[in-house]
């Protein structure tokens, strides 16, 4: 299978403070890449998503960044809240279906 | 994750016998996508689905597992003979048109516990 993956596994940040969470990819023909939140006890929530002919794409306090020669893909948080506090998952797609990483678990320190 | 109903929220079962997992999806989408998910990992793909038709089930494992999306009502996970190792959260997603390449809701999932 595909290998979508994360480096880190948990993050702490203050609040206010800005949060980047990382994402590797192993397939170069991934073409679509979405980012999810998912609170404890819920489904994963669309927060972003960017397509390959793009390399940076923002919402609102979020920012994606793809970069496709080193497969990267990074979602930043602006001035991060305490409602930010949850796993954060990429996935990327061919067309075919999609590959979700492990996740990155979230904690913002009020 | 306004729109896509799963139900039940929580199931419980006995080794060997059946589960069965609603997932309806949001207003206007016509394709299904199920996925699984154990604790402290990311969703593995299983079914992707059509009103009548199943599109790729290559994330099924071969036994006792089966999906449908009949013309009318929600979309069906069905477990036969369920074994510990079922047990995880089973989450189902929707998507309004044709191809993956689009943003899929997700439901808030279905908790099966196998006893």
């Known amino acids: 299978g595909e290998s979508v993956g994360l480096h880190l596994p948990t993050l702490s940040v203050q609040e206010g403070d800005n949060s980047i969470i990382n994402c590797a990819y192993s397939?170069?023909?991934?073409?679509?890449f979405i980012w999810y939140k998912q609170e404890s006890g819920k489904g994963p929530q669309f927060i972003i998503d960017i397509r390959s002919n793009m390399d940076k794409r923002q919402g609102q306090r979020v920012t994606v960044l793809l970069n496709k020669t080193v497969k990267h893909l990074s979602l930043q948080i602006a001035a991060t809240q305490p409602g930010d506090s949850a796993v954060y998952f990429c996935a990327e797609s061919t067309g075919n279906q999609f590959y979700f990483g492990t996740g990155t678990s979230l904690t913002v320190i009020p | 994750n306004a729109g896509v109903m799963q139900n039940p929220r929580h199931l419980v079962r006995r080794r060997g016998q059946e589960a069965r997992l609603r997932c309806s999806p949001m207003k206007g989408h016509s394709h299904v996508y199920w996925y699984r998910q154990l604790p402290e990992e990311g969703l593995k793909f299983m079914v992707y689905l059509q009103k009548e038709n199943i599109i790729d089930e290559s994330g099924m494992p071969k036994e006792r597992f089966s999906a449908e999306f009949p013309k009318e009502g929600p979309s069906i996970l069905r477990i036969q003979q369920v074994v510990r190792g079922d047990s995880a959260a089973y989450f189902c997603?929707?998507?309004?048109?044709?191809?993956?390449?689009?943003?899929?809701?997700f439901g808030d999932g279905t908790r099966l516990s196998i006893l």
């Open positions: 397939n170069s023909a991934s073409d679509y």
């Open positions: 997603a929707s998507s309004p048109g044709a191809g993956v390449n689009q943003p899929q809701h």
